[in-house]
């Protein structure tokens, strides 16, 4: 999955490329070049999607799927804004608008660093795994997916918590009817 992340990454770059290379108007030269340019730039976009949400599922550690999930998703959200702002700031300082879509390949140069980053996927995985498995094993934030002193996984906490949704959803009900 990192490959095929940086490859749809690098498709991308290269559609952007020749969006600014040679798309120059509205002629009949272009108008061509436009549509191939549409289907390579949806086909990467599809293929990155799906390629970027496989890899980050596949690495989060099991019990943690949730909590993470939300940081990648809340992380994207935050930095989605980025991309426009850059190209409408230089569009109103009179830049030209090619030069405004080629900064686009700077975020999606950044991204495919990131990537390679990332390394041997197998050992990403072992490491994510290896993670949850160990009941002793201390994260960088100082969690240990609930363990209790001893070191054996604490459910007791979990247990009380559902009993009291429950008994709170129940009571709901009962003064709703």
């Given at each position: 999955?990192v490959?095929?992340?940086i490859?749809?990454?690098?498709?991308?770059?290269?559609?952007?490329?020749m969006f600014?290379?040679?798309?120059?108007?509205?002629?009949?030269?272009?108008?061509?070049?436009?549509y191939?340019?549409?289907?390579?730039?949806?086909?990467g976009?599809?293929?990155?999607?799906t390629?970027d949400?496989?890899?980050?599922?596949t690495l989060?550690?099991p019990?943690?799927?949730?909590?993470?999930?939300?940081?990648?998703?809340?992380?994207?959200?935050i930095?989605?804004w980025?991309?426009?702002?850059v190209?409408?700031?230089?569009?109103e300082?009179?830049?030209?608008?090619?030069?405004?879509?080629?900064?686009?390949?700077v975020?999606?140069?950044?991204?495919?660093?990131?990537?390679?980053?990332?390394?041997?996927y197998?050992?990403?995985?072992?490491?994510a795994?290896?993670?949850?498995?160990?009941?002793?094993?201390?994260?960088s934030?100082?969690?240990?997916?609930?363990?209790?002193e001893?070191?054996?996984?604490?459910?007791?906490k979990w247990?009380?918590?559902e009993?009291?949704?429950?008994?709170?959803n129940?009571?709901?009900?009962?003064?709703?009817?």
């Amino acid at each position: 999955p990192v490959q095929s992340v940086i490859a749809s990454s690098v498709l991308m770059i290269f559609n952007t490329t020749m969006f600014v290379a040679f798309v120059d108007g509205p002629n009949n030269k272009s108008k061509i070049l436009v549509y191939v340019l549409a289907l390579g730039f949806g086909c990467g976009m599809g293929w990155k999607w799906t390629s970027d949400r496989l890899l980050s599922s596949t690495l989060i550690p099991p019990g943690q799927d949730a909590e993470l999930m939300g940081v990648y998703l809340f992380a994207g959200q935050i930095i989605t804004w980025l991309p426009p702002l850059v190209f409408t700031g230089l569009n109103e300082l009179g830049v030209s608008q090619r030069i405004g879509i080629a900064t686009l390949n700077v975020f999606s140069v950044a991204g495919v660093l990131s990537y390679a980053l990332i390394g041997n996927y197998a050992d990403a995985i072992k490491e994510a795994q290896e993670g949850c498995e160990n009941p002793n094993h201390v994260h960088s934030n100082g969690s240990t997916h609930g363990n209790s002193e001893d070191g054996n996984i604490n459910m007791q906490k979990w247990d009380d918590t559902e009993k009291h949704i429950a008994t709170q959803n129940h009571e709901e009900n009962e003064s709703n009817a």
